[in-house]
């Protein structure tokens, strides 16, 4: 797997915050969430759904189940803070497929815009919230955050789509949390 394939996977918390409510962080002195969030992410790369919904290819092995949640994450880092940030992403990014209710998870980078996004799909907020708040993502949370510009998650309940929804629908409803 080329490098930026792997540093996307690594690059942040599989799409669900270390809260159990939708949330917006940047330091004070960075950009905001908003602004980061405005980079053109021409070069976005990527990444098939994984998973045991999703074949080799990350195509849908049969229709998602009704009603499922679908968790998103977005999240900004200087260059001298990517080692970091890899480092302390990479427990929960492999962690997130070992859990029972992972559906599938996605991944997207963007070199020009140092930003990385996650998509994952799971079957009931039990399991979404028990890869969330175990030990490994917690402790990633905890530790990791610091190295980034800023971030974003929500989650919410799908209860009529039966395929996993696109990059520009997920940013649209990070978008929308941001203003509310």
Same mark, same amino acid.
């Given at each position: 797997?080329?490098?930026?394939?792997?540093?996307?996977?690594? /690059?942040?918390?599989?799409?669900?915050? /270390?809260?159990?409510?939708?949330?917006?962080?940047?330091?004070?002195?960075?950009? /905001?969430?908003?602004?980061?969030?405005?980079?053109?992410?021409?070069?976005?790369?990527?990444?098939?759904?994984?998973?045991?919904?999703?074949?080799?290819?990350?195509?849908?092995?049969?229709?998602?189940?009704?009603?499922?949640?679908?968790?998103?994450?977005?999240?900004?880092?200087?260059?001298?803070?990517?080692?970091?940030?890899?480092?302390?992403?990479?427990?929960?990014?492999?962690?997130?497929?070992?859990?029972?209710?992972?559906?599938?998870?996605?991944?997207?980078?963007?070199?020009?815009?140092?930003?990385?996004?996650?998509?994952?799909?799971?079957?009931?907020?039990?399991?979404?919230?028990?890869?969330?708040?175990?030990?490994?993502?917690?402790?990633?949370?905890?530790?990791?955050?610091?190295?980034? /510009?800023?971030?974003?998650?929500?989650?919410?309940?799908?209860?009529?789509?039966?395929?996993?929804?696109?990059?520009?629908?997920?940013?649209?409803?990070?978008?929308?949390?941001?203003?509310?």
């Amino acid at each position: 797997m080329p490098h930026r394939a792997i540093f996307s996977m690594l /690059s942040l918390l599989v799409a669900c915050g /270390s809260q159990d409510s939708d949330s917006t962080t940047t330091n004070a002195e960075e950009p /905001s969430v908003a602004e980061l969030a405005a980079c053109d992410e021409h070069d976005l790369e990527l990444i098939p759904f994984m998973g045991p919904a999703f074949d080799d290819n990350g195509a849908l092995l049969a229709p998602l189940p009704v009603p499922h949640i679908v968790a998103t994450t977005a999240g900004w880092h200087t260059p001298e803070n990517r080692d970091a940030v890899v480092s302390h992403n990479a427990p929960p990014m492999m962690d997130v497929f070992t859990h029972d209710g992972l559906l599938g998870a996605s991944f997207a980078y963007s070199e020009a815009c140092s930003s990385a996004r996650t998509v994952t799909l799971w079957r009931d907020d039990a399991a979404r919230k028990k890869f969330v708040f175990g030990e490994v993502h917690s402790a990633a949370i905890k530790n990791g955050l610091k190295y980034t /510009s800023g971030w974003e998650t929500t989650h919410w309940t799908e209860s009529t789509a039966t395929e996993p929804p696109s990059w520009d629908a997920v940013r649209v409803r990070l978008a929308n949390v941001r203003r509310e």
